[in-house]
């Protein structure tokens, strides 16, 4: 004998689907907002005027220690090579000269790709991949990115993840063994 279903037996089913919608929605879109706050650049910097216009790659700016650790985002002396003065017409660059450069004040530039103590990384290593392998590719923007910084670690949301490291060893036959990146 076949029993038929009543609207009481099914009746748990919408609620699960709205609840499974629920979740989806606070996990892809709430949570996201909560842990992470939007942050600007102290300036805006245009890459391509850089890259484009004055032919500089990423290592004329950005360079690395003996070791291939990074060294650091390029300071006012090095940028005042050619910025003593205003050169273009945009305001960013005005503001630069005027409220960094003159002044003798760094600035206090978001580092993205910033890593924990914990690991470490030598550019060195992985000579002969291109810098946007790993990183975004600025070169031909015109704007900086908006950064995200977690509001519970303080870490950059674009921070390379160990997964994307494990993937990458492995497609080239790399060791994964966790002391070769962590000292």
């Known amino acids: 004998m076949e029993e038929k279903r009543t609207s009481k037996q099914c009746g748990g089913v919408l609620p699960f689907f709205i609840g499974v919608l629920a979740s989806l929605i606070v996990g892809w879109w709430v949570f996201p907002q909560v842990i992470y706050s939007q942050k600007t650049q ?3 910097f245009s890459h391509k005027v850089h890259v484009e216009g004055e032919g500089m790659d990423c290592e004329s700016c950005h360079m690395f220690l003996e070791d291939g650790s990074f060294a650091g985002l390029p300071s006012n002396e090095q940028c005042a090579e050619c910025h003593e003065d205003v050169l273009g017409e945009t ?7 005027t409220e960094y450069l003159q002044k003798g004040v760094e600035v206090p530039w978001l580092v993205y790709q910033y890593q924990p103590d914990n690991v470490y990384f030598s550019h060195m ?14 070169g031909n923007s015109d704007t ?3 950064y995200y910084e977690n509001r519970i670690s303080g870490y950059s949301k674009q921070t390379m993840k160990m997964w ?13 063994a966790c002391y070769v990146c962590h000292k």
């Open 42 to 44: 102290p300036i805006d």
């Open 91 to 97: 305001e960013a660059e005005e503001i630069y000269v």
């Open 125 to 138: 290593a992985h000579q002969g991949f291109e810098c946007t392998d790993c990183h975004p590719d600025v």
């Open 144 to 146: 900086l990115p908006t």
């Open 164 to 176: 994307q490291c494990e993937r990458c060893h492995a497609e080239v036959g790399t060791s994964n």
